[in-house]
Nanobody, 121 residues
Framework: QVQLVESGGGLVQPGGSLRLSCLASGSDGTIFSFNGMAWYRQAPGKQRELVAAVTRGGTTNYTDPVKGRFTISRDIAKNTVYLQMNSLKPEDTAVYFC????????????WGQGTQVTVSS
């Protein structure tokens, strides 16, 4: 059984920074068990959208609105994926979800419970 637990969300001023963490709990291996991991976000009344992703091989990609401001990274030993968010804007306000593509190793994908990020003056 695998659980993804996000942390690090909160209230921040425009232009500020936050770092989100996603811990893969309960796995008996490493995050290399997943084909890739990603961060999604969902604002009220909107569809959930991909923010950033990293493949098993380390290739990253980002949605255009966050390019140059957000960075996805991982610590294999800690079974943790991070999302560093700099120069935050009010439009970044959303619930952020961690996602793991476990289709090849576990036969399913996993989602975290979400962590709220609010950017406001």
């Amino acid at each position: 059984q695998v659980q993804l637990v996000e942390s690090g969300g909160g209230l921040v001023q425009p232009g500020g920074s936050l770092r989100l963490s996603c811990l893969a709990s309960g796995s008996d291996g490493t995050i290399f068990s997943f084909n890739g991991m990603a961060w999604y976000r969902q604002a009220p009344g909107k569809q959930r959208e991909l923010v950033a992703a990293v493949t098993r091989g380390g290739t990253t990609n980002y949605t255009d609105p966050v390019k140059g401001r957000f960075t996805i990274s991982r610590d294999i030993a800690k079974n943790t994926v991070y999302l560093q968010m700099n120069s935050l804007k009010p439009e970044d306000t959303a619930v952020y979800f961690c996602n793991a593509d476990g289709s090849s190793h576990y036969g399913k994908a996993y989602w975290g419970q979400g962590t709220q990020v609010t950017v406001s003056s």
